[in-house]
């Protein structure tokens, strides 16, 4: 059954360092999401991207962050300088339409020190 | 704003002790919404999806209803491997593809 992949699977890191974390949707799908959930707290949507641009996106997301899809498979979410608030786990999610069922990766730890 | 409210915050139930999990939602207009089951550690796992006031689906133990103002999740019979967090999300009208997540029901069922 196809899946959504992301890696790393936990990624450390120091205050004001660039992360990319990566991420690999299901192959037949057109939109790809990002969202985070703070330890304890509720899945926050990120950002939505269609035909190679942001067609949604959060008040988290700021100009820290970017997405980019580089090839017919990779998607991707950089943070520009990291913060200690950035620690979370960042779920990738795809879907064939915009009103489809969103599949989720199994997240990327991220730890900011 | 939409929100969604999802209730108990925790469930403990013996094996086999049915019940049901709520999530009362406060939206512009609803899209479909949406549960799903989240193990520690893991993303959300995909579970049902409703569209309109009535509709029910169900899969094993799980059945899931859809009114105006809420949906129920209700487990029958549960067994210890379906404790789990169980997310509710909304995704609304016009065009909205993000989901609103609410803050989740950890249940758990011990043997």
């Known amino acids: 059954e196809p899946e959504v992949t992301q890696t790393p699977s936990h990624q450390v890191t120091q205050m004001g360092q660039e992360v990319i974390l990566r991420c690999v949707p299901i192959?037949?799908?057109?939109?790809f999401y990002w969202y985070r959930q703070i330890l304890g707290q509720k899945v926050e949507f990120l950002v939505s991207?269609?035909?190679?641009?942001?067609?949604?996106k959060s008040e988290i997301f700021d100009d820290q962050f970017s997405v980019e899809r580089p090839d017919g498979s990779n998607f991707t979410l950089k943070i520009r300088s990291t913060k200690l608030e950035d620690s979370a786990m960042y779920f990738c999610?795809?879907?064939?339409?915009?009103?489809?069922?969103?599949?989720f990766g199994p997240g990327t730890r991220l730890t900011v020190l | 704003e939409d929100q969604v409210t999802q209730s108990p915050e925790a469930l403990r139930l013996q094996e086999g002790e049915s019940s049901s999990l709520n999530c009362s939602y406060t939206?512009?207009?609803?899209?479909?919404l949406f549960w799903y089951r989240q193990d520690p550690g893991k993303g959300p796992e995909f579970l049902f999806t409703?569209?309109?006031a009535g509709e029910e689906k169900e899969k094993e133990r799980l059945k899931a209803t859809l009114t105006k103002k809420e949906s129920f999740l209700h487990i029958t019979a549960p067994k210890p491997e379906d404790s789990a967090t169980y997310l509710c999300?909304?995704?609304?009208?016009?065009?909205?593809?993000?989901?609103?997540f609410g803050k989740g029901i950890t249940l758990s069922v011990r043997p």
């Open positions: 409703l569209y309109s």
């Open positions: 999300a909304v995704q609304v009208r016009p065009f909205n593809s993000k989901l609103t």
């Open positions: 999610a795809s879907s064939w339409g915009g009103a489809d069922t969103q599949y």
């Open positions: 991207f269609y035909n190679n641009e942001i067609s949604e």
């Open positions: 192959s037949n799908h057109l939109y």
């Open positions: 939206v512009s207009g609803l899209r479909g």
